[in-house]
């Protein structure tokens, strides 16, 4: 910079200089050309439009209408048409002042992280703006206590994972390097009746049953096996890109979680994930979902580290209700290497619901009080 301008302080004046001097001697004074125009872009030539609302990340409620306002960039750069859709669905064109519509509740009726995208179209050329609302729930969910109908007798050393009740027993997946296991278990004693073990390397999650095959994942080496129910025989491997939590099965579909607020759902065939769902209660995302169970329309899901139950809508992701289970476990039940709550399932016929943690010494069978 300091160059450039010393140049240019220098070259100035011998110009002014050599002028005067033809000038002045007589001679045709020399025509210096005129340096040639400059075209500075205009940085707004390829805006159409601005978004007045909703800002990113905006907050609202499922099915509710989200208020969206546009303005025009300026008045010589009129859109022909806007276009405008919200979580990938089209909702309206605009062409033409007031700039502004309603996205419908219609479309609002889940919770989740969802974009709105406004394409603006003149002359052939267009302009696309994306923003982002985060919809919570609609409802404050409800916490209901329990009261302990039965306690049996549950193997310490069951690094709990996953947990189902099908024909009189329960299944169970347990987690840990060189520990992992599925097993047939009879409720009322605790005795493990079958046990198949994992690779040591691997550690097992959750486990749930789709007609007579056994689905069960593991943590973070993103394979997971399905077996012959009544053999425990390998049928085949699965494979999924996100780690592996808790399973459980919704009309033909797995429901996976991985230990953030999405569950995802998978065809049983090739277990690709068609569709997922992001739970929020009234204040935000609801983290940390673990071991699940489909009860009466409802997933309930174990919150990692804390003595709740989530119960779920599967249908808009909100949190229905919290399940709160703290003091399940007495104190004098605990030991050094005691983990937390883990483990829940449902005898549909029975009615009856089954819980229990991560090398607990108890089953408990409760009935929730609302």
Known sequence: ???????????????????????????????????????????????????????????????????VRLDIAGRNRIPDSVLIYFNGSFVTTLKSAPWELSV????TGSTGKRSLKATAWKGGKSQTITRFVILHSDIIPVTS??????????????????????????????????????????????????????ESSLFGEGITLLNDFIFQVTWEDKVGFVYEKSTFRLIKKIYYPTQGWGLTTIGGKIVMSDGSNILYFHEPEMFTAISRLEVYDNIGKVDSLNELEYINGEIWANIWMKDLIARIDPASGKVIGYIN??????????????????????????????????????????????
């Not at 010393?6 to 000038?23: D, E, G, N, Q, R």
């Not at 994972?161 to 840990?176: A, I, M």
């Not at 009615?351 to 991560?358: L, Q, S, W």
Request: aromatic fraction near 8%; hydrophobic fraction near 40%.
């Open 1 to 67: 910079m300091r160059f450039e301008s010393m140049k240019s302080f220098i070259t100035i004046p011998l110009v002014i200089f050599l002028t005067l001097s033809l000038s002045c001697s007589g001679g045709k004074a020399e025509k210096i050309p005129a340096a040639p125009a400059v075209s500075i872009p205009d940085a707004d030539t390829a805006r159409l439009i601005r978004m007045l609302a909703p800002q990113d990340n905006d907050v609202n409620t499922i099915n509710t209408n989200i208020a």
């Open 325 to 370: 289970l703290k003091g399940l476990l007495p104190e004098s039940d605990r030991q050094a290497d005691t983990d937390v709550l883990n483990g829940i399932a449902y005898d549909s016929e029975g009615k009856r619901i089954f819980v229990t943690g991560k090398k607990w010494p108890k089953l408990f069978e409760i009935r929730i009080i609302r």
């Open 104 to 107: 419908p509740s219609s479309l």
């Open 145 to 198: 206590t329990f009261k302990v109908v039965n306690v049996y007798p549950h193997n310490r050393d069951a690094f709990t994972q996953g947990l189902f009740y099908s024909n009189g027993l329960l299944y169970e997946g347990t987690g840990q390097e060189a520990g992992s296991s599925l097993r047939e278990v009879e409720p009322e004693t605790g005795k493990v009746l079958r046990q198949h073990n994992l």
